[in-house]
């Protein structure tokens, strides 16, 4: 194998990235890697005015954040059908869920199935494992 003569390898390109840590902490003035001077930088938030905390700051709109949940509270002796899912929930005569029959997504076993919610002692029942069924007879 014959050597290489004459040709050197080419430079490598340096990014601000290879320079990361030394950009993260360097300070307004201080000389960067590749030569340059850090400068401060303005933020959106740098003009940010604080706000309060209220006992009217939540709405009737706030619980538009989570999407369309299946309610884990319902009337005794109800069902509820979500709307996004199909999900169907079966509420006890407490009004919490008993049973929830799932449409939309599976557990490796399935769709439909269901789970149970179990009493389990405490403050609120939790949902069991899944389970097949038809809703077919």
Same mark, same amino acid.
């Given at each position: ?69 299946? /309610? ?10 979500? /709307?996004?899912? $199909? ?7 407490? $009004? ?6 799932? =449409? ?5 076993? $399935? ?10 002692? $405490?403050?609120? /029942? ?6 097949? =069924?038809?809703?077919?007879?």
């Amino acid at each position: 194998m014959a050597a290489r003569t004459g040709a050197s390898a080419p430079a490598r390109i340096l990014l601000p990235a290879d320079d990361g840590l030394a950009i993260w902490f360097a300070k307004p003035g201080d000389v960067l890697p590749d030569g340059t001077i850090a400068t401060p930088v303005a933020t959106p938030l740098a003009d940010a005015q604080p706000f309060e905390y209220g006992d009217d700051a939540l709405s009737a709109d706030s619980m538009d954040l989570a999407g369309n949940l299946t /309610p884990n509270m319902g009337p005794a002796g109800s069902w509820y059908t979500n /709307p996004g899912s $199909g999900q169907m929930r079966m509420y006890g005569q407490n $009004g919490f869920p008993v049973v929830d029959f799932d =449409f939309d997504h599976d557990h490796g076993q $399935g769709i439909p199935h269901a789970h149970n919610w179990e009493d389990n002692g $405490g403050p609120f /029942p939790i949902r069991g494992p899944w389970m097949r =069924f038809s809703p077919l007879p």
